[in-house]
C-alpha cells in the first residue's frame, strides 16, 4: 500500500524517475524532456501513472496464480490420501 502511494508520487512528480526504475531509460529520458516543459508534464505523468498501475496489476495476478495453484496442490493431495 505505501508504496504503491510512493510510486503514484513519484509517477506525478517525477514521471522520469519511474520510466528509469522500470527499466526503459529510452523513456525516463523522453519524459524528461516531455516534464522540461510544462505541457509535456501531464502527458509524462500519466504514462509514468500506466506504467505503475500495470506493475500493480502484474503483482494482484501473480498472487492470485499462486493461491490458485497452492489450492490446486492441496486438493490433489487429499485426493492422493483418501
Do not use: C, H, Y
Not at 523513456?27 to 516534464?35: E, F, K, N, R, S
Amino acid at each position: 500500500m505505501i508504496k504503491r502511494m510512493f510510486m503514484t508520487f513519484l509517477a506525478v512528480f517525477f514521471p522520469w524517475l519511474v520510466l528509469f526504475m522500470d527499466d526503459n531509460p529510452g523513456g525516463g529520458v523522453v519524459a524528461l524532456i516531455m516534464q522540461a516543459t510544462i505541457i509535456g508534464w501531464f502527458p509524462a505523468s500519466l504514462w509514468a501513472l500506466r506504467i505503475v498501475n500495470e506493475k500493480a496489476m502484474a503483482e494482484r495476478v501473480a498472487r492470485a496464480e499462486k493461491v490458485v495453484r497452492d489450492a490446486q496442490e492441496k486438493s490433489k493431495q487429499k485426493e492422493t490420501r483418501s
